[in-house]
């Protein structure tokens, strides 16, 4: 499975716009970004997802890089309950269902 | 908005006992899946399921695992014999296809504690 690499932690402050990167040099062409997070004593949750172009939903924005090495989570405005940690996942086509693999992530914290 | 909703939200169980986890996904949703997630660690896939077949498991999900879709509401994890490495957070997730491009919507867990 192609591998993603995202950093560990992140700190923002209120209101103010968080940009989560995660580096894929490996995905193919046909991968997904999908993107997820985790608050405490929850379940992960799905943010938003994307093939080829930027993405926008009600929580979040997708960045892709024109290459698809990279993508970028945009939170356009931190609150406190965003803290959670982000996980960057790339889903592969396959016959039948779809694992998530999910590494570390990026813990987000968020200062009031 | 529908819900997967989990029962119980903590299982206390002996090592060596059975221990069934119960879930309910969203009703429309065809396919179905157990992740665990240790203290601290990574969340962890088990296993999927579509049209009451087993479609993929990882190494995780050996013998002593098993799922179910009992009836048209529930999904099962039942793990036999229990060990004290199994205590974890174990969740269920749905989605509507297997497709990639379909969103997984997760419980809020299961927290088994071995004893």
């Known amino acids: 499975d192609a591998k993603t690499t995202q950093p560990n932690s992140m700190e923002s402050n209120e209101e103010e716009p968080v940009h989560l990167p995660c580096n894929h040099s490996?995905?193919?062409?046909?991968?997904?970004i999908h993107w997820y997070r985790q608050l405490p004593s929850q379940g992960p949750e799905y943010v938003i997802h994307?093939?080829?172009s930027n993405v926008n939903n009600r929580m979040a924005s997708l960045a892709i890089a024109e290459d698809r090495k990279s993508s970028t989570l945009i939170l356009h405005r931190a609150t406190l309950r965003d803290a959670a940690v982000y996980y960057c996942i790339l889903c592969m086509i396959k016959a039948a269902g779809n694992k998530l693999t999910f590494g570390g992530g990026t813990r987000v914290l968020v200062k009031p | 908005e529908p819900e997967v909703t989990q029962t119980p939200s903590h299982q206390v169980t002996q090592m060596g006992q059975e221990v069934i986890l119960r879930c309910v996904p969203i009703?429309?949703?065809?396919?179905f899946y157990w992740y665990r997630q240790i203290l601290g660690q990574k969340v962890e896939f088990l296993v999927s399921?579509?049209?009451?077949?087993?479609?993929?498991k990882s190494e995780i999900f050996d013998d002593q695992f098993s799922v179910e879709r009992p009836d048209g509401s529930n999904f099962t994890l039942k793990i036999r014999s229990t060990k004290l490495e199994d205590s974890a957070m174990y969740f269920c997730?749905?989605?509507?296809?297997?497709?990639?491009?379909?969103?997984?919507?997760f419980g809020d867990g299961t927290r088994l504690s071995i004893l």
């Open positions: 997730a749905s989605s509507r296809s297997g497709g990639v491009n379909q969103p997984q919507h």
């Open positions: 009703s429309n949703h065809l396919y």
């Open positions: 399921f579509y049209n009451n077949e087993i479609s993929e």
């Open positions: 490996t995905i193919s062409g046909t991968d997904y």
């Open positions: 994307g093939l080829t």
